[in-house]
């Protein structure tokens, strides 16, 4: 004849526990509540008088984890208190500027009369790149405007490492700029929260030996996430 096996109080306990509980670690409403009790057919009945303590200390175990896991539920937070996959809030990001990050400004072979403005986070916090990078070659008295249509739909962040983009039109392609002269400095300025205002200092990225050459048809994108969409006006 085969022998069947109580199963140990504590693993009932689990089980239970785990059949209170749907695969995302919240309660499913629709199954039924499993009872913790001792049954005369798979104990004897001295084993059992001699586990009562430990069933209710189980027992009381298990509400405890129930009400625990209503309550992570009811805040719509995971075990340890955190939203998993949510961007850092408004309020504990900062502007990037020159103070928390590194900035190339680097020419490209295609498209032709481009240049490449990369900067990386270097801080320890979230850093928003606002509007469009401010441009300013050597003692050059006027802004280079943002290309309209590069304008993203949401501010660019940037988490601790990762890199966002500007692509530079520095000429017209088919000659029609005008005032064509070569920079030997350029200082890439920050926008803070609203426009035109100051987010900090501003970078000064190295620039190519023999300098950059540029004309009135200067333009430049919105900071953006992906290197090729900022090089692709």
């Not at 039924?32 to 586990?51: C, G, I, R, V």
């Not at 490492?161 to 039109?169: F, M, P, T, W």
């Not at 929260?193 to 987010?199: A, E, F, L, V």
Request: proline share 7%; aromatic share 6%.
């Amino acid at each position: 004849m085969r022998k069947y096996h109580a199963l140990p109080v504590a693993l009932l306990a689990t089980l239970a526990l785990t059949a209170c509980q749907d695969g995302t670690g919240t309660q499913d409403e629709g199954a039924a509540k499993p009872q913790l009790t001792a049954t005369a057919s798979t104990a004897p009945t001295d084993a059992a008088s001699d586990k009562a303590g430990d069933t209710a200390a189980d027992t009381a175990t298990v509400a405890k984890a129930t009400k625990a896991t209503k309550a992570a539920k009811a805040k719509g937070t995971s075990a340890k208190g955190t939203k998993p996959g949510t961007a850092a809030a408004p309020a504990a990001r900062v502007s990037c500027n020159g103070s928390n990050t590194t900035v190339t400004a680097k020419p490209v072979r295609r498209p032709v009369n481009h240049m490449l403005i990369t900067v990386k986070n270097t801080g320890s916090k979230a850093c928003d790149l606002t509007y469009y990078p401010v441009l300013r070659f050597d003692e050059m008295q006027w802004v280079p405007q943002p290309i309209a249509e590069s304008k993203p739909q949401a501010v660019t962040t940037l988490a601790p490492g990762e890199s966002g983009y500007a692509g530079v039109v520095l000429s017209a392609a088919d000659g029609s700029g005008s005032g064509g002269t070569t920079g030997r400095k350029l200082a890439v300025g920050f926008q803070g929260r609203t426009p035109h205002s100051s987010g900090g200092p501003s970078a000064i990225p190295q620039l190519p030996s023999e300098g950059v050459y540029y004309d009135s048809s200067l333009t430049v994108t919105y900071w953006l996430h992906d290197m090729e969409q900022a090089l692709s006006y």
